[in-house]
């Protein structure tokens, strides 16, 4: 059992202050979801979980099972189990996704060996072509191809916790699907943690909430169960504001 906490985050970019103190707890197993209109700072807060650069931390803390994540690098917080399904996943010229992946598990200690039959297994399962791993990395992929190949990386990798931004951003339904239902699969399988920020329910259908929480200029103002995000699709962020 692993715990994600985010305690007090305040954290500015570009001279302005975005994230005005944010707490949340996530454990094994668990599905958070953030909504909140746009310019919440809901990318904002992936980005300082995974530490983007340009982003200022001004207070707060962030800590997998105690460990202080805000004082490693970016590649040191993912192989201690943080995982960011990016909205707009980077496009990387002459570096291919099974280069990736071989970087990532011999990084985590765990080997090649077996490595493409599992990759195989992880695409197959989402309905992936197996042949776009030989391919530069989400170079003239689609959304849906793009956002499946990153489900994939999950799924092999097996991250203590995901973060998904918009992981719905770019996808058809069939494709929203594929992803959503992965992800919901490895919260059971593997006792993945997930922090799910989108604007949706339609991802719900898949993915379960445990708690919805609604994010409104760059703090969380109402937290609940699945019935928080029935309640927005009827009246909007406005009762929030
Ligand atoms: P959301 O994902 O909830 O729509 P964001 O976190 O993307 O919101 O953005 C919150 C605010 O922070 C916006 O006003 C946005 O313009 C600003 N912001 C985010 N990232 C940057 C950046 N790298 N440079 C300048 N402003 C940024
Ligand atoms: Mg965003």
Redesign the pocket.
């Known amino acids: 059992m692993s715990t994600l906490e985010i305690k007090g985050l305040r954290a500015e970019?570009?001279g302005?202050e975005?994230l005005q103190g944010i707490d949340l707890v996530v454990k094994s197993g668990e599905v958070h979801a953030i909504m909140?209109p746009?310019?919440?700072?809901?990318?904002?807060?992936s980005a300082v979980i995974m530490g983007k650069p340009?982003y200022k931390v001004l207070a707060g803390s962030v800590t997998l099972d105690g460990v202080d994540m805000l004082a490693l690098p970016t590649w040191e917080r993912a192989i201690a189990g943080l995982h960011l399904v990016m909205q707009y996943p980077t496009e990387v010229p002459g570096v291919h996704a099974d280069q990736v992946m071989a970087e990532a598990l011999t990084a985590r200690h765990r080997g090649t060996e077996g490595m493409a039959a599992r990759i195989t297994q992880e695409a197959l399962r989402i309905n992936m072509d197996p042949e776009l791993v030989t391919r530069a990395l989400n170079v003239d992929l689609s959304g849906g191809e793009k956002k499946r190949n990153e489900t994939m990386q999950l799924g092999v990798l097996e991250p203590k916790f995901a973060i998904l931004d918009e992981l719905d951003s770019g996808l058809d339904i069939d494709a929203l699907r594929d992803c959503a239902r992965r992800v919901e699969a490895a919260t059971h399988e593997s006792n993945l943690g997930v922090l799910a920020i989108t604007h949706y329910v339609r991802l719900f259908e898949e993915l379960k909430p445990d708690v919805v929480h609604i994010?409104v200029s760059g703090r969380i103002v109402a937290s609940g169960g699945a019935e928080l995000a029935d309640q927005l699709e009827i009246d909007g962020y406005a009762a929030f504001v």
């Open positions: 970019v570009a302005k975005i909140g746009n310019g919440a700072g809901k990318s904002t807060l340009g994010m």
